[in-house]
């Protein structure tokens, strides 16, 4: 257990749709990175926040926002889905923003219909 | 950006034999690269990082080689058992903008046979 919690396991929605996922970093980490995984695509990095900053943004969809909340506890806003965005989605923490490590919470299984 | 090529994408071995997984990466100026074992259905998990300013890192059957000249670090498992069986993906951090996002190689298969 990496101490990294992500709501809800798993998620099936119908196209057009909107969800949210929400994680919880691990306590003491400020930092919140979010990956997408799919089987043609690999782990992609999507977008980062830091003590409620964004702080970087990777290849994330313009339909897909995220933020994070004082607590430090994360939510990815995923909108008009489309089949193509089933896939696992997986919130990771460290530290701080320029920490190295990286730990990984158990992911979100999301299956658009 | 950085582009991380990972080699071979499935692996067999026998039980006890040593297994090794090569990345390649193309931004000299990545300097923290992690390597992650996942299970089917479950999360990466980090099982040894390097950094650049360190050839080498052992932790007990598990070795990580860097070599920043080639851009190419390789993951070493020796003694494998079959609860090694799993995905193992490099990764390499590109430090733009104060960032340590990751960039993944596509992952390798690894099948240990009893």
């Known amino acids: 257990d990496s101490g990294v919690t992500q709501t809800p396991k798993h998620l099936i929605t119908a196209t057009g749709q909107r969800v949210t996922l929400r994680c919880s970093p691990r306590?003491?980490?400020?930092?919140v990175y979010w990956y997408q995984q799919s089987l043609d695509q690999g782990l992609q990095f999507l977008i980062q926040y830091y003590n409620g900053e964004e702080r970087a943004k990777g290849n994330i969809l313009e339909r897909f926002s995220a933020q994070q909340f004082p607590d430090l506890h994360s939510e990815l806003n995923l909108s008009s889905l489309e089949l193509g965005d089933s896939a696992l989605y997986f919130c990771?923490?460290?530290?701080?923003?320029?920490?190295?490590?990286?730990?990984f919470g158990p992911g979100t299984r999301l299956t658009v219909t | 950006g950085e582009n991380v090529e990972q080699h071979p994408s499935t692996l067999s071995v026998q039980e006890g034999d040593s297994a090794v997984i090569k990345c390649t990466y193309s931004?000299?100026?990545?300097?923290?690269f992690p390597w992650y074992k996942q299970e089917l259905g479950k999360r990466p998990q980090l099982i040894i990082d390097i950094r650049s300013n360190v050839g080498e890192k052992k932790d007990q059957r598990i070795a990580v080689t860097l070599n920043k000249t080639a851009k190419h670090f390789s993951l070493h498992i020796t003694e494998t058992q079959p609860e090694d069986s799993a995905v193992y993906f490099c990764a390499a951090s590109d430090p733009g903008a104060g960032s340590y996002q990751l960039t993944f190689g596509k992952g390798t298969k690894l099948s240990v046979i009893p």
């Open positions: 306590s003491g980490d400020l930092s």
């Open positions: 931004d000299s100026a990545s300097n923290y």
């Open positions: 990771a923490s460290s530290p701080s923003g320029v920490a190295y490590e990286q730990y």
